[in-house]
């Protein structure tokens, strides 16, 4: 059955679905029910919400706790609340990751960090066809779209204004905009960050050999060592 491992919401799959679309500081209710045999951690980025209903009824007030993700088992049903309070496009999601990501192909060794260059002209001389993937993770697999069976469907082939998003499968995103109109659910676009709120690439400045250590890239750590959390590690 693994090979049929392939999920869907309400049989729609990312890119092919639609946004949540919400109004600034709008209070947002979602149903969750799951008909399938496996469990799904629903997980929503940018906001906390609370899960305020089961197939038992309304969770009392008081019995209420903030969340990001909550598992919805086998037949279940989990309602969720939460204040539309962060514009942007967020991230909503089953948070098992072949879940989001369409059929695989198995027994297919990873070549995520494997430095194969030069390795596939010397192939092809002997496999014409012969392509080499994932070296960079799985977008370079989203982005070849090769050829698959009929009965399945592509496997991450969501993008966004930065490229590829890595996704497929239960994936979708939450919208949130101050200037969606009340009641109007239509997908408003790509989010627009405000001026100076937008994470950008800096050309950090070489430091001298002797200059005091800025952050953990400055601190040069022995190959096969690795850091505990909560050690002191330089400034921090
Ligand atoms: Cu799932």
Not at 200 to 223: K, L
Request: proline residues 10%; hydrophobic residues 35%; glycine residues 12%.
């Amino acid at each position: 059955m693994l090979d049929q491992n392939i999920w869907s919401w309400n049989s729609r799959v990312f890119p092919g679905i639609s946004p949540l679309v919400a109004r600034l500081n709008d209070r947002v209710r979602v149903r969750v029910g799951n008909l399938t045999m496996t469990n799904h951690p629903i997980h929503i980025h940018g906001i906390e919400f609370e899960v305020t209903g089961t197939d038992g009824g309304p969770v009392p007030k008081t019995a209420r706790w903030p969340e990001v993700t909550t598992d919805v088992a086998v037949g279940q049903m989990r309602q969720l609340e939460f204040i539309a309070d962060e514009p942007g496009d967020w991230a909503m999601h089953c948070h098992k990751s072949h879940h989001t990501m369409g059929a695989m192909g198995h027994d297919v060794p990873t070549m995520i960090g494997v430095d194969h260059r030069g390795l596939v002209q010397k192939i092809q001389k002997i496999i014409p066809d012969y392509m080499l993937m994932g070296e960079r993770g799985m977008a370079d697999m989203g982005e070849m779209e090769m050829d698959l069976p009929e009965n399945t469907f592509p496997m991450m082939t969501g993008s966004g204004p930065y490229g590829p998003i890595e996704m497929g499968g239960m994936f979708t995103t939450l919208k949130v905009r101050a200037d969606q109109g009340p009641a109007d659910y239509s997908d408003p676009g790509v989010y627009k960050q405000p001026p100076g709120t937008q994470a950008r690439e800096v050309q950090a400045p070489v430091s001298e050999p002797n200059a005091t250590p800025q952050g953990a890239h400055a601190m040069p750590v022995p190959a096969g060592t690795a850091r505990k959390p909560g050690h002191s590690h330089g400034q921090h």
